[in-house]
């Protein structure tokens, strides 16, 4: 045999079919108990009565567990007091809700995945994303999936999240012990040529064409021969790479990849499904052992003894024999009718033999019966050891006896909500990990339109916040919210829990505002706590979720500062008359100082001329002192300059002299010493003559400008004298 390329679809290809290989004992008999829940054995005939318990079984668990579609449930992680992150917690549970209630293919999914969870052991949902927008072919949408059915629709359209159902034979998950260890998950899903065609082009044409319908190779020679291949499907599996973080998709008998795409979802856990819903798991394996397994040898014993029933039953008839001379005999049981007598050949030999006691034997019946007895116990007996085995009691079934009191039939009802807790649990898990995938996509895809149409968040308290908590859905992880499916949801009993809870919230809060309110009027310091208390009680019940805001917004109200109430009548005709008498006389007051103010003010005036008159005669005397103090001033300042400048004359006649004497005993020693140069002498002498001039020219020009200064001062002085 050659061997095959490890590359491309020939990898996938083998996986899949190790995948099989390793499921192939477990697929036999999940195969064979679906036969045996469907009694697929023809007519039944003779000698083949059988008790189905499988099929009573599964049909009162699987209500047990799922009878309707659940109720999703969105709260904060944390209840805090955040408006924004409410309305955004009831927007994404009311988007998802509305994915659940308005298409059917949840509760489709649910309700098989259930009944395969309940026969061959294992339940499988698949979610895909589902644009319906315009302009949008299939090649450049990264959302789309082998099952998608992407058309060109126009801008007003719509998103979705369809959950779809996975045959429990179509479904294959990499070699693993546990869900956390699988590597990849797949699904088989059969296309169509021309789905084929629409989705993966020109590399469908090669792809066989493996899959037909049971019976069509009959209708090959017929009038149908031109439909058969119509009717004919290939095999694609659909593969989510954990590793890779790719999509791969592959045809068996084709030894090439049709399609392969980088994560198209963006979801946290990868898959685009949830854990499966399994039967029976250990750590070493994730192949199930169906529940039929653990009671099949009771199910044998119980068609054994059934089937003896039903023969003994067949023998348990009145028949006998009786004297063939006597022809009157079988015409009492054929022909007698009531108030009909038939009459005797002989009567007197008839009377001789005992009569009619004496002429008919019976076939005793008493071992049959006895015998039926013992087998009816025995397979009740054999039931009740099935019912332990798969945990229904007798109370679930609806069987109960008289005598039984109302706490011993609530024990039993105890003890079977205990027993099928775990299965009911499992179930809860599988629709809460499938709603928080749509939810996830949701964030991510939907647009925000769409959001808010699913919602219908405008219509409520809350549509103050819709664009921040759309805005808050688009940016926070989904591990912020907290969504889950409560077990009871999807039960009947869930409509009378559900009233008795809102029932209770309403007697709860009713007696605690009974008691909160008034002592918040009187003291009104208290009433920001007892609001709070009140929305800590609120933000626990769920049932009090759609009316929050209103809680919050009475909430803000009760603690608004209260008008102080108006008081009565006669007391604001007091108030008014004394308010009247106050402001006459405040007008009195007013009139009685204005004429006091108008007399100082004359009195004022008065005063005001003799200052005038004052500060005219204080002013003239002023000017003459004044003018007589800077002439006197001026007189001593020019005195001061005459005797400066003399001092400074007598000064430069004393340095002028020292200055030649010096000059002169320099030239005698300088003749006495050396011999000088004339022209140097002449030089230096000249040299002395200018330095003395120069400092002459230098005191003459300070002397000047220290008159020019005296100058200035006293034409000052006489300027401020004069004013």
Not at 5 to 33: C, F, M, N, V, Y
Not at 278 to 285: F, H, I, K
Not at 487 to 515: I, T, Y
Request: with cysteine; aromatic share 8%.
């Amino acid at each position: 045999m050659e061997e095959i390329d490890q590359t491309g679809a020939a990898k996938w290809l083998l996986q899949l079919e190790l995948g099989k290989k390793a499921d192939e004992k477990w697929s036999s008999k999940g195969r064979k108990i679906v036969k045996r829940y469907r009694d697929e054995r023809g007519d039944a005939k003779s000698g083949e009565e059988k008790y189905n318990i499988l099929w009573s079984n599964v049909r009162t668990l699987q209500p047990a567990v799922y009878s309707k579609r659940p109720k999703a449930y969105v709260a904060r992680r944390y209840k805090d007091r955040d408006p924004i992150a409410r309305a955004a917690c009831q927007m994404l549970q009311r988007a998802i809700q509305y994915e659940l209630d308005y298409y059917n293919d949840f509760d489709s999914a649910m309700r098989n995945a259930v009944l395969d969870r309940l026969l061959p052991g294992r339940g499988v949902a698949w979610v895909r994303f589902e644009p319906h927008l315009a302009d949008v072919p299939p090649e450049a949408d990264e959302g789309v999936q082998v099952t998608d059915d992407t058309t060109e629709e126009n801008h007003e359209g719509y998103e979705c999240a369809p959950t779809d159902y996975v045959f429990w034979e179509d479904f294959r998950n990499g070699p693993a012990r546990t869900w956390e260890e699988v590597p990849w998950v797949a699904r088989r899903v059969y296309m169509t040529k021309e789905e084929g065609e629409k989705r993966f082009g020109d590399k469908w044409k090669d792809v066989p064409l493996s899959h037909q319908p049971i019976g069509l190779d009959s209708y090959r020679d017929g009038p149908y021969k031109s439909q058969v291949e119509n009717l004919k499907k290939a095999k694609v599996w659909e593969i989510w790479d954990k590793t890779t973080s790719k999509v791969i998709w592959v045809a068996e008998g084709f030894q090439q990849v049709l399609d392969e795409r980088d994560d198209p979802l963006g979801l946290e856990g990868f898959f685009p499904c949830p854990k499966p819903l399994y039967s029976t798991l250990t750590t070493d394996s994730l192949v199930p052992v169906p529940d039929y397994v653990q009671y099949q040898d009771q199910a044998r014993e119980l068609d054994l003894i059934t089937n003896r029933i039903s023969l003994l039953v067949k023998a348990c008839k009145v028949v006998g024999v009786y004297a063939g001379d006597e022809k009157s005999i079988p015409r009492i049981f054929t022909e007698g009718t009531d108030n009909t007598l038939i009459p005797v050949d002989n009567w007197a030999m008839f009377a001789e033999k005992g009569g009619l006691k004496g002429m008919i034997d019976w076939v005793p019946l008493d071992q049959v019966s006895m015998c039926l007895e013992k087998l009816y116990l025995a397979r009740e007996q054999v039931k009740q050891v099935i019912y332990e085995v798969t945990g229904i009691s007798d109370i679930l079934r609806g069987a109960s006896q008289a005598q039984e009191t109302l706490g011993a039939q609530q024990i039993k009802a105890q003890f079977a909500s205990m027993r099928l807790e775990d299965m009911k649990k499992d179930v809860s898990r599988f629709a809460s990990d499938i709603i928080r995938i749509k939810a996830q996509i949701i964030c991510d895809l939907y647009r925000p339109e769409t959001i808010i149409a699913m919602s219908g968040i405008m219509n409520t308290d809350d549509k103050q916040y819709a664009q921040q908590a759309l805005a808050l859905i688009k940016q926070e992880p989904l591990r912020n919210f907290r969504i889950e499916v409560a077990a009871d949801s999807m039960v009947e009993l869930d409509e009378m829990s559900e009233r008795n809870d809102r029932m209770e919230f309403l007697k709860a809060a009713a007696a605690f505002l009974q008691q909160a309110i008034p002592a918040a009027q009187t003291v009104p310091e208290i009433g920001p706590l007892v609001g709070e208390m009140l929305m800590f009680a609120v933000r626990s019940w769920k049932t009090a979720e759609p009316i929050e805001e209103a809680f919050d917004q009475a909430v803000a109200k009760l603690n608004e500062p209260k008008p102080p109430a108006p008081p009565p009548p006669e007391v604001i005709k007091a108030q008014a008359d004394a308010q009247t008498a106050q402001i006459n006389a405040q007008v009195a007051q007013v009139k009685a100082q204005s004429e006091t103010v108008k007399a100082q003010a004359e009195v004022q005036k008065a005063q005001a001329e003799i200052a005038k008159s004052q500060m005219e005669a204080q002013g003239q005397s002023a000017a003459e002192q004044a003018k007589a103090f800077m002439e006197a001033q001026l007189t001593m300042m020019e005195q001061q300059h005459t005797e400066k400048m003399e001092a400074a004359r007598i000064q430069f006649e004393a340095w002028k002299t020292e200055l030649q004497e010096a000059t002169k005993i320099q030239i005698a020693n300088m003749n006495a010493e050396v011999k000088m140069n004339d022209t140097a002498v002449q030089a230096a002498n000249a040299e002395v003559s200018a330095e003395i001039q120069q400092q002459e020219v230098n005191n003459r020009a300070e002397n000047d400008k220290a008159s020019l200064k005296v100058a200035e001062k006293a034409a000052k002085a006489k300027e401020k004298g004069s004013e």
